[in-house]
């Protein structure tokens, strides 16, 4: 998994987690029904807040949902999950971008890629990726032509920029392109009149998205000589977090010009998590989710009592998995970061356990009335009704 929103489920509470887990699986599920299995590995969580925001315009119908199987990222649960053109179109956003992507990586020449034979065949997986993606796209009659238009722009606009070149002509062509992706979903939840306001959401998300890459790889690309925006045009953090807080109040101003149905989980995600992105990015924001907090975690029920005591007891067998599946759902919680910070079973005997880094910086404790806010809704600014 990738992407810029990575919300903390612990902030989110169990109905937006649920809600949000629930477009999650349907944009996986979407592009394993139209492209594979193997498809679903360019899932992401930036991809599915078109899907949220689809949805949340259009409100929460039955036929937006389903119920999918049991999956190992689930903990082998059955779910309710998103379905219809805003996964679809999340689908088809995440396969033409996740081919550039590769393709990009495969003229950086990047790793394993440096390897004619991995090349080759890195390039024809994002030739098909990149098909696979126009053909959802069109389905929903979405022309992924602009965004194909826009990766190829950016690369032109990257040989060209050097120091003195406003960072903003580099990051031009990610913003037109996300801009077109949220624009559409007012069109497929038949809200035409939130396209502008949803273009211009776009637009910044889109440059924030830019400039938190950016940062997040400064030191690596200058540790490996690969081009990073920042440091080719000579643009200084201070300046780029001014950027990208101007991004976020402009975000902020434009969904409240957006006529949704059901707004919580879209306002969540791109004012507060966003939020929580830049200042992770930025290093500057902890964890509230601390042992000072909270105390110690919950001491073993099973443990014995002193030195000789009895060994613990083996939790009901009924309740254990198979090695095998065991495994599986392992996978599933180590691949969606469920093991880092948050609540989970044990994957074989489904003890709850607490996350292994106890220091997450996506945490906050959030306000009484919202439960979203790390400083109150006054704090940060967002239209809450407290």
């Excluded at 999650?24 to 899907?51: M, W």
């Excluded at 101007?246 to 995600?269: C, K, P, S």
């Excluded at 992770?280 to 005591?309: D, I, K, V, W």
Aim: with cysteine; hydrophobic share 35%.
């Amino acid at each position: 998994m990738f992407g810029i929103v990575r919300p903390c489920r612990h902030r989110l509470g169990e109905s937006l987690k649920t809600q949000w887990m629930a477009h999650l699986c349907g944009l996986c599920l979407a592009l394993r029904g139209d492209h594979g299995q193997f498809a679903r590995v360019v899932t992401n969580y930036d991809g599915l807040l078109v899907s949220v925001l689809t949805e949340a315009q259009a409100g929460h119908a039955g036929d937006r949902r389903r119920t999918a199987g049991p999956c190992p990222l689930r903990g082998m649960r059955s779910a309710s999950v998103a379905r219809g053109d805003g996964a679809r179109l999340a689908a088809a956003v995440s396969l033409v971008l996740a081919s550039a992507k590769v393709h990009d990586h495969v003229a950086d020449g990047d790793g394993l890629l440096a390897r004619r034979p991995v090349a080759l065949a890195a390039r024809r997986v994002a030739v098909n990726w990149g098909r696979a993606g126009a053909r959802t796209g069109s389905d929903v009659g979405f022309d992924t032509a602009l965004l194909v238009d826009a990766v190829d722009r950016q690369t032109g606009i990257e040989a060209l920029a050097g120091l003195g070149t406003p960072l903003l002509t580099v990051t031009e062509p990610t913003e037109t392109a996300t801009a077109a992706a949220f624009a559409h979903t007012a069109i497929l939840a038949g809200r035409p009149g939130n396209a502008a306001p949803l273009a211009e959401a776009g637009r910044l998300f889109g440059r924030l998205a830019h400039l938190l890459d950016a940062v997040e790889d400064r030191e690596t690309d200058a540790a490996s000589g690969a081009w990073n925006p920042l440091t080719a045009t000579g643009t200084s953090l201070v300046e780029a977090r001014r950027l990208a807080d101007d991004a976020l109040h402009g975000i902020r101003l434009a969904l409240r010009e957006v006529e949704f149905t059901e707004a919580e989980l879209a306002h969540v995600l791109l004012v507060h998590e966003l939020r929580n992105s830049v200042d992770r990015a930025f290093g500057t924001t902890s964890c509230s989710h601390r042992t000072e907090l909270y105390g110690p975690p919950p001491g073993n029920p099973y443990a014995p009592s002193g030195p000789g005591g009895p060994p613990p007891p083996e939790p009901p067998r009924r309740d254990r998995r198979g090695l095998l599946a065991g495994c599986l759902v392992w996978s599933g919680l180590a691949c969606t970061c469920q093991m880092c910070c948050c609540e989970y079973e044990d994957p074989w005997t489904r003890e709850p356990k607490e996350g292994i880094c106890r220091n997450c910086d996506d945490c906050c404790d959030g306000c009484e009335c919202c439960g979203n806010c790390c400083d109150g809704c006054d704090g940060c600014g967002c239209d809450c009704s407290c």
